[in-house]
């Protein structure tokens, strides 16, 4: 019978995302110790913030985390002495960053190199310079990397917790030629379109949807974060990689941004919302040029990987295309292939929340400890 094994954990970012994955985590923990042909033993030995952290210099799990961490008035450790802490930890160590850090993300191949295994949805670590991409892959074990190297899993980088990552790993490795990716990426685009312009007709003014989008949490704090387009092209660079493309990073190719020429210069996202009305009749005009050909107005990013063509901006859409027919704040993703022919394979449902992207990080990290031995 396998020994018991025991796998330590660390966790940045305890917000949102994070203490949802918390959360999880305690879940699974109890259910892998009572394994009864193989338990694995998880234990916490590190919880940051941006502002404060709890560790032990003797890896003693944390089981009240979360009042720990609130009574806590310890700094976080800066990268190279976290690196070195988890490298004398008991166990194989598995690194989960639940941030958008781009310092973190630049730090990865150093952690992998130390074998260290890394679980995130942080997207800035797969999207910047295609040299970080290749230097995150070469120290992995599950990349060109050596044997020694820790494990890299980034589902919830696209879509949250639906399986768009692996189903394209799986159709790439199994030699299916992908043709075409194309979709609503963003939750917040995606609640924004079909309120703005419903396949039913009707719908508000887009400074007033944006508002609403605000208000409900679907967008960033300054949702001039959504509207520049930035986040799907990211999303885009992360995807058209795994089809095999070079891409230099999100800014390498077309990306249409929704905030008005005469706004970019607004000091902050407030004065960015007041005079977002402004510009109102320039989308009416759009929504009405589409409803003239019975389309909708929806945003979208695809990628032609034949033609190495990577785009992110407007498409009009017949209102019975499933792009147009999305509900919510959900997204939509087809993979055209030369195996499903004309009827692409579509992964649609909920693109954003911290529980459905904080389940993509725990699947990741039930992959990650199947892998360790």
Same mark, same amino acid.
């Given at each position: 019978?396998?020994?018991?094994?025991?796998?330590?954990?660390?966790?940045?970012?305890?917000?949102?995302?994070?203490?949802?994955?918390?959360?999880?985590?305690?879940?699974?923990?109890?259910?892998?110790?009572?394994?009864?042909?193989?338990?694995?033993?998880?234990?916490?030995?590190?919880?940051?913030?941006?502002?404060?952290?709890?560790?032990?210099?003797?890896?003693?799990?944390?089981?009240?985390?979360?009042?720990?961490?609130?009574?806590?008035?310890?700094?976080?450790?800066?990268?190279?002495?976290?690196?070195?802490?988890?490298?004398?930890?008991?166990?194989?160590?598995?690194?989960?960053?639940?941030?958008?850090?781009?310092?973190?993300?630049?730090?990865?191949?150093?952690?992998?190199?130390?074998?260290?295994?890394?679980?995130?949805?942080?997207?800035?670590?797969?999207?910047?310079?295609?040299?970080?991409?290749?230097?995150?892959?070469?120290?992995?074990?599950?990349?060109?990397?050596?044997?020694?190297?820790?494990?890299?899993?980034? @589902?919830?980088?696209?879509?949250?917790?639906?399986?768009?990552?692996?189903?394209?790993?799986?159709?790439?490795?199994?030699?299916?030629?992908?043709?075409?990716?194309?979709?609503?990426?963003?939750?917040?685009?995606?609640?924004?379109?079909?309120?703005?312009?419903?396949?039913?007709?009707?719908?508000?003014?887009?400074?007033?949807?944006?508002?609403?989008?605000?208000?409900?949490?679907?967008?960033?704090?300054?949702?001039?974060?959504?509207?520049?387009?930035?986040?799907?092209?990211?999303?885009?660079?992360?995807?058209?990689?795994?089809?095999?493309?070079?891409?230099?990073?999100?800014?390498?190719?077309?990306?249409?941004?929704?905030?008005?020429? @005469?706004?970019?210069?607004?000091?902050?996202? @407030?004065?960015?919302?007041?005079?977002?009305?402004?510009?109102?009749?320039?989308?009416?005009?759009?929504?009405?040029?589409?409803?003239?050909?019975?389309?909708?107005?929806?945003?979208?990013?695809?990628?032609?990987?034949?033609?190495?063509?990577?785009?992110?901006?407007? @498409?009009?859409?017949?209102?019975?295309?499933?792009?147009?027919?999305?509900?919510?704040?959900?997204?939509?993703?087809?993979?055209?292939?030369?195996?499903?022919?004309?009827?692409?394979?579509?992964?649609?449902?909920?693109?954003?929340?911290?529980?459905?992207?904080?389940?993509?990080?725990?699947?990741?990290?039930?992959?990650?400890?199947?892998?360790?031995?």
């Amino acid at each position: 019978m396998p020994a018991p094994r025991q796998v330590s954990m660390a966790v940045i970012g305890a917000g949102g995302v994070g203490k949802c994955f918390l959360t999880q985590l305690h879940f699974l923990a109890s259910k892998l110790c009572q394994s009864p042909s193989a338990p694995i033993y998880l234990s916490l030995i590190y919880v940051s913030t941006s502002k404060k952290a709890i560790y032990h210099a003797d890896y003693r799990s944390h089981s009240n985390w979360d009042s720990e961490l609130q009574a806590s008035t310890t700094p976080p450790l800066a990268l190279p002495q976290l690196s070195d802490y988890l490298v004398k930890a008991p166990g194989k160590t598995v690194l989960v960053d639940n941030t958008s850090n781009q310092e973190i993300a630049n730090a990865y191949p150093d952690f992998l190199k130390k074998g260290i295994s890394i679980v995130t949805p942080n997207k800035k670590a797969f999207s910047s310079t295609y040299q970080l991409w290749q230097d995150i892959f070469h120290a992995a074990a599950n990349g060109s990397g050596h044997g020694n190297g820790g494990y890299v899993f980034h @589902e919830s980088s696209v879509g949250a917790g639906l399986p768009v990552i692996s189903t394209l790993k799986e159709l790439v490795e199994t030699g299916d030629e992908v043709l075409k990716i194309e979709g609503v990426f963003s939750g917040t685009m995606s609640f924004l379109f079909n309120s703005f312009q419903p396949v039913a007709g009707g719908g508000g003014k887009f400074s007033a949807e944006v508002k609403t989008a605000k208000d409900k949490g679907f967008t960033e704090p300054d949702p001039r974060d959504d509207l520049n387009g930035l986040d799907v092209a990211r999303k885009l660079t992360i995807l058209a990689r795994l089809a095999g493309l070079k891409v230099e990073s999100p800014t390498s190719f077309p990306v249409q941004s929704l905030i008005p020429k @005469e706004l970019e210069s607004c000091s902050s996202g @407030e004065e960015f919302m007041e005079r977002l009305p402004e510009f109102d009749g320039q989308m009416d005009e759009l929504k009405q040029e589409a409803e003239k050909g019975g389309k909708v107005v929806r945003f979208v990013g695809s990628v032609d990987v034949p033609k190495g063509e990577v785009k992110v901006g407007l @498409e009009k859409f017949d209102k019975s295309h499933p792009i147009a027919a999305l509900k919510g704040s959900d997204n939509i993703i087809a993979f055209y292939t030369k195996r499903y022919g004309d009827n692409p394979l579509i992964i649609q449902g909920a693109g954003a929340g911290g529980e459905v992207t904080a389940m993509g990080v725990t699947g990741d990290l039930v992959k990650v400890l199947r892998l360790l031995h």
